[in-house]
């Protein structure tokens, strides 16, 4: 794994590629599969939305139970455009953003979630990797659900 947040960044850039059907695999299970070891992102959701504690969508992961932290992502917050969850706060991932703050769930059951989650966000959100960042710096790497369209613009 990179030391440096430059060198993250493009392993996720790559990773993320893959899960937006942007790019041709080209080692990115491996990747993803060394990220994973690194950074456990599997057990860790960032949620900055109505999935959070005491919002409307909180009751889809109340009972996966796990651990609460703050951090933050680089990005911001738009609307989803259509669909079910019209007009609902989407992240769209930036680099060159200002941090903003949201929380994070650590649950070991999150893994067995995914496909439900997934379903529950629909097609206009994707799930992505991203980097976790606090007072010192990166923190680790997490899933995020982010707006697919913005990020499809971006990364392809």
């Known amino acids: 794994m990179p030391d440096d947040i430059e060198g993250l960044r493009a392993q996720l850039d790559a990773v993320n590629r893959a899960r937006l059907g942007l790019a041709a695999d080209d080692g990115g299970n491996a990747l993803e599969a060394a990220l994973e070891a690194a950074f456990e992102p599997a057990t860790k959701l960032a949620i900055y939305g109505t999935l959070a504690p005491g919002k409307v969508n909180h009751h889809h992961i109340a009972e996966l139970g796990g651990e609460w932290r703050g951090a933050a992502v680089r990005g911001s917050l738009g ?58 710096g990166v923190t680790g790497v997490a899933n995020i659900y982010a707006l697919r369209r913005a990020m499809v613009a971006a990364l392809g």
Do not use: K
């Not at 706060?89 to 496909?115: E, G, K, N, T, Y």
């Open 79 to 136: 609307a989803v455009p259509c669909g079910v969850h019209q007009g609902l706060p989407a992240m769209v991932l930036d680099p060159a953003a200002s941090p903003h703050p949201l929380q994070v769930l650590v649950c070991q059951r999150l893994a067995d979630a995914w496909a439900r989650l997934d379903a529950f966000e629909g097609a206009e959100m994707q799930r992505l990797l991203v980097p976790l960042e606090g007072d010192g």
